[in-house]
């Protein structure tokens, strides 16, 4: 039996894939492994327990570790196992945290403007034990709208102005009230985890770190819709996220939160998975629909809305991941508490997966009208190597990248939309100077033409082309006509593709091209890639006056290209170099020069 002496121990241990991914389970192993050497185990002073939970947010400090002893809790940075022992005897059993491992200032800076909602729980509890989530208040929400009329909960949902975060920002109550009046003998409430997106890591951490959340807020959507059948489609890929769904699925049906009455009411709810196979095109709704029937999963025309004529021609809800997670907060706190967070247009939260050209790589929640420079710099701690931001690309392969003079821009539906550029799912890939933009948009636009359907004409075919103006114009073979050919294929791709996929896809076109125009000019005209990306139009040198003979460059270079004597001046031969920018980004001196 505990006394009043006894302590309190609990370790928890990021186990999202990330932390997965930089040992977080052997990190638990080792904890377990030094309670027993150092006779934690069984000393009646001590209650260890190790915890493992989801994302917590900040990627590139991984294996974050939370050491709670009576509640009082210091965060280790980059944790394996060799420092575990270290931090049981001087930490736990001394009293002495072990400073020189513990998250520094910009771990600190990383959540300060942060506004975790949907993320709250996620690095909180472990994400396989029921109890933990209703410990911070689980299906209470659920409970609360099961004794509410359909109608009054559709309201609230239409008073917060949640919209869904999907991408498309359609407001979630009317959408909810469409399938509710429409005519069906069967509904259906769909779950979107099919995340795809180059650098996007939203939604799986999600479901990876707290999959009640998701499923609590389908069980809400459904009684409001008038659903008894719901459907999660996630992605075969994410086999970690899929098992802990899987797992919390069984717990709540355990309990009586899915099946037959649930919650001891008249109302029958149960939800089923359903694997993608990993196609981008499975993300937009109609094909994802079609997938689920055991069809190829393609587009169908829009004239009939799906929450009329959706899955197996019956009125079908879909909302993403994000969207069903926000549901039980605003049932629990109310339209007003929801409605009270973010921007005029925009409300609530919403979640980034911040990655590319950036210190801080991770997760953030940030309140919708955030400053786009919060989040880059003060969230994501400004670009490394002290290089220059040069834009970020938001919303997918189907989104625009944003330069820098739009720094000051709230960060929201509209505004993104204003600036050439969308929300998207939430993925955001931060652009330096390094970055080639002509060839950023091929990369993306080649994305999408290999993800594509194939269906329509326009996207199939026009994409197709427009990918084959890039690559000529990144291998300096582009001419006057290139740029009018892509603006004009552009333009006739968004009027006449089948579905939202084809219709943005020629985005980072439209965007690079809006902002970034002197780049395609400097490819085509001057034959030059003025980010030294682009090989046919690229040549490195070494400026004399600058080099001094550290020989860095000489003994990284895969080619053998580089020569020179200790603290003397090296070249380049250029009948050897391969471009391959190691020199480039070897010298701490600026003297290799790209141009």
Known sequence: MATKNDKKIIISVCTGTGGIAAGGNNVIEAFDASFATNGLSENATFEPRTHKVGCRGFCAKDVLVDVSVDEKTETYQFVTPEKVDQIVKEHIIEGKPVKKWLVKKDYHAFHSKQQKLVLANCGKIDPESLDEYMGQGGYKAASKALAMEPDAIIEVIKASGLRGRGGGGFPTGIKWQSCRNASGAVKYVLCNADEGDPGAFMDRSIVEGNPHSVIEGMIIGAYAIGSNEGYVYIRAEYPLAVDRLRIALDLARERNFLGESIFKTDFN????????????????????MTSIEDKAGEPRPK???????????????????ETWANVPMIIEKGAKWYNGIGSEMSKGTKIFSLVGKINNTGLVEVPMGIPLRDIIFEIGGGIPRKKEFKAVQTGGPSGGCIPASYLDMPVDYEHLSEAGSMMGSGGMIVLDEDTCMVDMARYFLDFCKDEGCGQCTPCREGVAQMVRLLTEITEGKGGPDHIPLLEELAAMIQDSSLCALGTSAPNPVISTLQYFRDEYEAHIKAKRCPA??????TTFTIDAQLCTGCTLCARNCPASAITGEKKEPHRIDQSKCVKCRVCYEKCKFGAVLKG
């Open 303 to 321: 004239y009939v809305h799906t929450t009329d004529r959706g899955l197996w021609g019956q009125p079908s809800n879909l909302n993403n991941v």
């Open 269 to 288: 709810f149960d939800i089923k998975v359903v694997l993608g196979a990993g196609a981008f095109v499975c993300g937009e709704s109609t094909a994802l």
């Open 532 to 537: 030294g990306v682009c090989k046919a139009l």
